[in-house]
């Protein structure tokens, strides 16, 4: 396992389709998070899970927006009836936590999305 | 207020200079903090950790004073490899929220020969 792997690495898409992204974290790791990111501006939270469980959400997730993690290993982030305002980077990361200890996030290469 | 705000940058210095870094958060209840490296178009990557008592990683000085919410990191003898934007991190800690990091909008740096 050398890491966190994100498919796809790039999606164009056309307006009011939706986009399905994967995320596989590094397999001892029990949270997983995603974020968005835009030029010029630092990864914004969008959701997190704790082994199978969601734990917290960002304002940021529409309604559109939907993340699962079935089996507490990958996660899928969805976007139904994509908007140009989606095109961003959408990175995963996952993270071990014990306790109170939160150890730093290894983040995956992201997935570039592009709405057309 | 942004929850955590950075000198905006970007930053050019030659080959050797000492630069530093300042960041703010709005959040008294944070608990951890981190400053990350991301090159462009590549992913965030942990740089360091911060602790209350300063720490040192070779060329690198982070330093936090949780009295006036305020994080630094000091880069020595720069190189043309440190060339890349500076993420600074917070953890927040409060009612529910007890795992997403908070990010600023990071400082670019440019290191030239």
């Known amino acids: 396992d050398t890491g966190v792997s994100q498919n796809p690495r790039h999606k164009i898409t056309k307006r009011g389709q939706n986009v399905t992204f994967r995320c596989d974290p590094i397999?001892?790791?029990?949270?997983l998070y995603w974020y968005r990111q835009t030029l010029g501006q630092g990864p914004e939270f969008l959701t997190y899970f704790q082994n199978e469980a969601q734990l917290e959400k960002s304002r940021l997730l529409s309604d559109r927006f939907s993340a699962e993690r079935p089996k507490g290993s990958f996660s899928t982030l969805e976007i139904q009836r994509t908007e140009q305002g989606d095109s961003a980077m959408y990175l995963c990361?996952?993270?071990?936590?014990?306790?109170?200890?939160?150890?730093?996030?290894?983040f995956g290469s992201g997935t570039r999305l592009t709405v057309v | 207020r942004k929850e955590v705000e950075q000198d905006p940058g970007p930053f050019n210095v030659p080959e050797g200079a000492t630069v530093a870094f300042n960041c703010t958060y709005s959040n008294s209840a944070s608990q951890s903090f981190f400053w990350y490296r991301q090159d462009c178009r590549k992913e965030p990557k942990l740089l360091m950790s911060v602790y209350s008592s300063g720490n040192e990683d070779g060329r690198f000085t982070a330093q936090l004073n949780r009295a006036s919410q305020y994080i630094s990191l000091l880069i020595r003898d720069s190189k043309l490899s440190d060339s890349a934007t500076y993420l600074c991190?917070?953890?927040?800690?409060?009612?529910?929220?007890?795992?997403?990091?908070?990010f600023g909008k990071g400082t670019k740096l440019s290191v030239k020969p």
């Open positions: 990361a996952s993270s071990r936590r014990r306790g109170t200890a939160n150890y730093g996030y290894t």
């Open positions: 397999s001892e790791h029990n949270r």
């Open positions: 991190v917070v953890n927040l800690n409060y009612g529910g929220s007890q795992g997403n990091l908070i």
